[in-house]
């Protein structure tokens, strides 16, 4: 069975310090993982995906996330962090080959100034 | 491109009624999926398509149903709802495996 977990309900930062979201993941065979972010009374927005080649994988609004295989995780990570990113942020998984997604429960980001 | 579109934005029923959530992308996309968002509990998959004609299930499909008769269309059908049906619904496209999908901006359904 496809599980993701994001084990932190909410992360705080100051702007301008980088932050991390953490994902771990459970997938039978390669993994497909995405990247979402569903600010405030929006919808979601696609941020990055890790299909396959280079582990660091870059996407939009300046955030990249690093695949890695043994600790099966994927954590999303800025440099930099802005007010504007505050948000809600969600990990999704399904298995190569497939298109059954599951999400994880979600982590809200609040970047303070 | 109007990408993701989704009706009604709002919904009120009573506990056995039916109703159909419209959604529709004009994107040419063949991937095409209902999700539910309850709070702390993330996104779950109710049904997917891969296709106009193919439908599977997800992790929570009981008391809904879907066909996908064109590419453009995938309609959700609550058959008799009930309170814990009560959620925003999101429809979302996207081209392949492969990308990232494309969200429509939710129903927000309560059954009483």
């Known amino acids: 069975a496809q599980s993701v977990a994001q084990p932190e309900d909410q992360v705080n930062v100051a702007e301008g310090n980088p932050l991390t979201v953490k994902c771990t993941y459970s997938v039978s065979g390669n993994p497909y993982l995405f990247w979402y972010v569903q600010y405030p009374n929006r919808g979601l927005q696609f941020l990055l995906k890790y299909i396959t080649g280079d582990n660091l994988v870059k996407g939009s609004y300046g955030f990249e996330a690093e695949f890695n295989k043994s600790q099966t995780s994927f954590h999303l990570k800025k440099p930099s962090a802005l007010v504007s990113d505050s948000a809600l942020y969600f990990c999704?998984?399904?298995?190569?080959?497939?298109?059954?997604?599951?999400f994880g429960a979600g982590t809200r980001l609040f970047v303070k100034a | 491109n109007a990408g993701v579109t989704q009706t009604p934005k709002f919904q009120v029923l009573k506990t056995g009624q039916s109703m159909t959530l419209q959604c529709a992308q004009d994107m040419n996309h063949e991937y095409m999926s209902w999700y539910r968002q309850d709070p702390g509990m993330g996104l779950r998959l109710i049904h997917y398509?891969?296709?106009?004609?193919?439908?599977d299930q997800g992790e929570v499909p009981n008391g809904y149903n879907v066909s996908r008769s064109t590419t453009e269309d995938f309609p959700l059908r609550l058959l008799s709802a009930a309170p814990s049906q009560t959620s925003v619904y999101f429809c979302?496209?996207?081209?392949?495996?492969?990308?990232?999908?494309?969200f429509g901006p939710g129903t927000r359904l309560t059954v009483l």
């Open positions: 979302a496209s996207s081209y392949s495996r492969e990308d990232g999908q494309f």
């Open positions: 999704a998984v399904h298995k190569a080959g497939g298109f059954k997604t599951i």
């Open positions: 398509s891969v296709g106009a004609g193919i439908t």
